[in-house]
């Protein structure tokens, strides 16, 4: 069996990414379950749209789509309804799907096309230096809310399973073996699989938020992060669900009819 | 089998030092030629993977190869007659 780092472009290594950066962990994550899956580079696609998380599919050996800004999603549905033999995984940012892409997303989500999108949520737009997304937690300092981000961010994993998606699952890039499992599983189901990988950025989030470094930005997710199991629990009970905590674990898998599957 | 930090790839961010379930790898104090601090390695023989990788035949515990943003982390074979059993790749 091969190993995963195989699947990097070793030319172009080390990459970009600032210190710490948690968008790494999610590309070894996701190249390991493509090579568990055992597809071959050729019939392997990576499609990305503007930001940080989007220059991943430059450091892998298939092929791959570099788009524009928040049309990840609608190039790889022409690239899958094209050649439905290929595998389409499209990895892209909170930037990038939830605020310029966001229509895509849920009308990707509602038809149901066979993708599988890895979403890394860092937050902010790290690119450009901070400015805060629609997934800037409450009261979080970013270049431009300097007072504390006062509106309430974006759920994405709940909204996929609201617009439809087949799989939803989110888990944080301390968890690097759930990530897997989860990214494996979404490769495996037909229609559209969503995962949403939460990861640090030490550099334009956490170290305005009182978390130096990248280890402490780790161990805040890994605090703040409540198995789905425990989340649902506290809900029936009719526990207060703490504010600053987060569910992680696997939303939802179901059976909907999906677009863009081959033909046995 | 053998642990390595390849120092061309690492930036320094010390994760691998929060998940080693052995707490192998340690912050490190001297800056390299490229001016970051590598973690250095703690008695790397009680790695678990290098120990076991061959007999099990897959990856054992591997977290610190799937943390590590950088791609850094690996595990390759040692010469069977090398005097020095295990150390940091320079």
């Given at each position: 069996m091969k190993d995963f780092r195989e699947w990097l472009r070793e030319d172009r290594m080390p990459h970009i990414y600032c210190t710490g950066c948690g968008n790494g962990t999610v590309?070894?994550?996701?190249?390991?379950?493509?090579?568990?899956?055992?597809?071959?580079?050729?019939?392997?696609?990576?499609?990305?749209?503007?930001?940080?998380?989007?220059?991943?599919?430059?450091?892998?050996?298939?092929?791959?789509?570099?788009?524009?800004?928040?049309?990840?999603?609608?190039?790889?549905?022409?690239?899958?309804?094209?050649?439905?033999?290929?595998?389409?995984?499209?990895?892209t940012g909170d930037g990038d799907l939830a605020a310029i892409g966001g229509n895509h997303f849920i009308h990707a989500c509602r038809r149901n096309i066979d993708l599988t999108v890895v979403c890394m949520n860092n937050y902010i737009y790290g690119m450009t230096g901070g400015q805060g997304s629609p997934c800037t937690p409450l009261g979080a300092i970013s270049t431009t809310t300097p007072y504390g981000c006062d509106e309430a961010p974006f759920d994405l994993a709940s909204l996929a399973t609201a617009a439809g998606a087949n799989y939803v699952s989110r888990w944080t890039s301390y968890h690097v073996k759930e990530l897997t499992r989860a990214v494996k599983a979404g490769l495996e189901t037909p229609g559209l699989s969503f995962i949403e990988a939460m990861v640090q950025c030490p550099t334009g989030y956490g170290r305005r938020n009182k978390l130096?470094?990248?280890?402490?930005?780790?161990?805040?997710?890994?605090?703040?992060?409540?198995?789905?199991?425990?989340?649902?629990?506290?809900?029936?009970?009719?526990?207060?669900?703490?504010?600053?905590?987060?569910?992680?674990?696997?939303?939802?898998?179901?059976?909907?009819?999906?677009?863009?599957?081959?033909e046995e | 089998m053998k642990l390595i930090i390849d120092e061309t790839r690492c930036k320094g961010c010390n994760l691998c030092t929060l998940v080693c379930p052995y707490k192998i790898f340690q912050e490190g104090?001297?800056?390299?030629?490229?001016?970051?601090?590598?973690?250095?390695?703690?008695?790397?023989?009680?790695?678990?993977?290098?120990?076991?990788?061959?007999?099990?035949?897959?990856?054992?515990?591997?977290?610190?190869?799937?943390?590590?943003?950088?791609?850094a982390i690996t595990w390759v074979d040692e010469d069977p007659y090398s005097p020095e059993k295990v150390v940091v790749e320079e």
């Amino acid at each position: 069996m091969k190993d995963f780092r195989e699947w990097l472009r070793e030319d172009r290594m080390p990459h970009i990414y600032c210190t710490g950066c948690g968008n790494g962990t999610v590309i070894n994550c996701t190249l390991n379950a493509v090579n568990q899956m055992g597809w071959e580079p050729e019939n392997t696609v990576f499609i990305s749209g503007i930001g940080c998380s989007s220059r991943a599919p430059g450091y892998i050996i298939t092929d791959s789509l570099h788009t524009t800004h928040g049309r990840a999603i609608p190039f790889a549905t022409g690239v899958k309804l094209c050649r439905p033999d290929l595998h389409v995984v499209v990895f892209t940012g909170d930037g990038d799907l939830a605020a310029i892409g966001g229509n895509h997303f849920i009308h990707a989500c509602r038809r149901n096309i066979d993708l599988t999108v890895v979403c890394m949520n860092n937050y902010i737009y790290g690119m450009t230096g901070g400015q805060g997304s629609p997934c800037t937690p409450l009261g979080a300092i970013s270049t431009t809310t300097p007072y504390g981000c006062d509106e309430a961010p974006f759920d994405l994993a709940s909204l996929a399973t609201a617009a439809g998606a087949n799989y939803v699952s989110r888990w944080t890039s301390y968890h690097v073996k759930e990530l897997t499992r989860a990214v494996k599983a979404g490769l495996e189901t037909p229609g559209l699989s969503f995962i949403e990988a939460m990861v640090q950025c030490p550099t334009g989030y956490g170290r305005r938020n009182k978390l130096r470094d990248a280890r402490l930005m780790v161990q805040w997710m890994r605090d703040h992060s409540v198995l789905m199991k425990k989340w649902k629990q506290m809900e029936a009970e009719g526990r207060p669900l703490p504010e600053d905590k987060f569910p992680v674990g696997e939303f939802v898998r179901r059976h909907r009819p999906a677009m863009g599957v081959p033909e046995e | 089998m053998k642990l390595i930090i390849d120092e061309t790839r690492c930036k320094g961010c010390n994760l691998c030092t929060l998940v080693c379930p052995y707490k192998i790898f340690q912050e490190g104090t001297k800056p390299n030629h490229k001016g970051v601090v590598v973690p250095v390695l703690d008695r790397p023989e009680r790695c678990t993977n290098c120990r076991l990788q061959k007999l099990y035949g897959r990856v054992l515990c591997g977290v610190c190869q799937m943390i590590c943003p950088d791609q850094a982390i690996t595990w390759v074979d040692e010469d069977p007659y090398s005097p020095e059993k295990v150390v940091v790749e320079e």
